[in-house]
């Protein structure tokens, strides 16, 4: 047992003098020291020995114990010197902070469209999402617009080659307005909801267009609900997001699920309503699409017209951080240039 002892001693610390980093030492202390280690098995042989031996051979297993725990302490202040000196000829200061974590950001769109969330969830709308992926009926015909109609042109439609349900076309949204026709085939009156979400366009790039963009739509449905109760939802929107001092107004248009339809535009707050290059000397900004629900919408989903009425609007969600931050090409939201994308 005493020569095993000794054969022990000398090929630990042999062993012990090549090691250079602390994870190799944590290993060799496993190896010769740990519960099923060299040193705790040989002393299970402690049992077959007379009394006096077990003595002898016990006391000489404590000592290289000891011996082997002091050269594991002294092997490791030696590796940590030998790496402070080598900092110190690296001329490092090891007193220095450490290098702060970059932190990510939110996309301005994403900072847009929740802000556009909160503002008409304050308002008392619940904000609800759709499918990207939608049927024809939802994107057009339960939208007053059904096939041949002319309106079908102001889209520039994806269409999905598939024949679908009973041979229902399918398309990819060209906006976020079929959520009408979804919110409202399940819910009753009163209805007060914004769908934010992605659409797409088959038409050519440039600085003001996208084959995909974000929109956010809006509908209220209620009894008695009047043009009046549209312009002051609006009014109140524009305020909160782009200032209180902003002026709005409304001018007649088309939209085939709405009557009458209205586009808004806010005062230019760059040359405050004179006249300038961003809005083309008119002194004011289109902003967002407008109108008082269909008729023929709110009959298609069930909805008595002659009982309730209500008001739509669909805005363009880059539109609005283009406005909002003087951004002149649609393009840049979506190139990943972090130099443009840090601003925000």
Not at 50 to 57: D, H, I, V
Not at 289 to 314: C, I, K, N, Q, W
């Amino acid at each position: 047992m005493a020569l095993n002892l000794q054969e022990l001693r000398e090929q630990a610390l042999k062993e012990l003098s090549s090691l250079s980093d602390s994870e190799r030492l944590e290993a060799w202390r496993v190896k010769y020291l740990g519960r099923k280690g060299a040193l705790p098995l040989l002393l299970r042989g402690l049992g077959s020995l007379s009394l006096e031996e077990r003595k002898t051979t016990g006391a000489e297993a404590n000592k290289l114990k000891d011996a082997l725990l002091e050269a594991l302490e002294k092997r490791l202040g030696e590796i940590r010197s030998h790496a402070l000196s080598v900092l110190g000829t690296e001329a490092f200061d090891i007193t220095l902070p450490g290098r702060p974590i970059a932190l990510g950001r939110l996309h301005p769109i994403t900072q847009v469209i929740r802000e556009v969330g909160a503002i008409f969830s304050s308002l008392g709308f619940q904000v609800v999402e759709g499918p990207e992926v939608e049927w024809d009926y939802y994107n057009f015909e339960a939208l007053n617009i059904p096939p041949e109609h002319p309106a079908r042109d102001m889209f520039s439609t994806f269409w999905i080659d598939s024949a679908g349900e009973q041979g229902k076309k399918m398309l990819l949204r060209t906006h976020t307005s079929p959520m009408q026709i979804r919110v409202m085939e399940k819910t009753e009156p009163p209805v007060r909801v914004v769908v934010p979400g992605t659409v797409f366009r088959y038409e050519a790039t440039d600085a003001t267009h996208e084959s995909m963009f974000h929109q956010v739509e809006g509908l209220a449905v209620d009894r008695s609900i009047t043009m009046a109760d549209l312009k002051g939802t609006l009014f109140e929107f524009i305020r909160l997001l782009f200032g209180a001092e902003r002026k709005a107004r409304f001018r007649c248009t088309y939209f085939p699920f709405v009557e009458p339809g209205v586009d808004m535009a806010i005062d230019c707050f760059i040359c405050k309503g004179k006249g300038c290059r961003v809005c083309s000397y008119s002194g004011w900004l289109e902003v967002l699409g407008a109108g008082m629900v269909h008729p023929e919408v709110l009959d298609r989903v069930g909805y008595d017209s002659r009982v309730y009425t209500g008001f739509a609007f669909g805005m363009g969600v880059e539109r609005l951080a283009m406005l909002r931050w003087g951004i002149e090409d649609i393009r840049l939201f979506f190139q990943n240039d972090i130099r443009f994308l840090r601003q925000f």
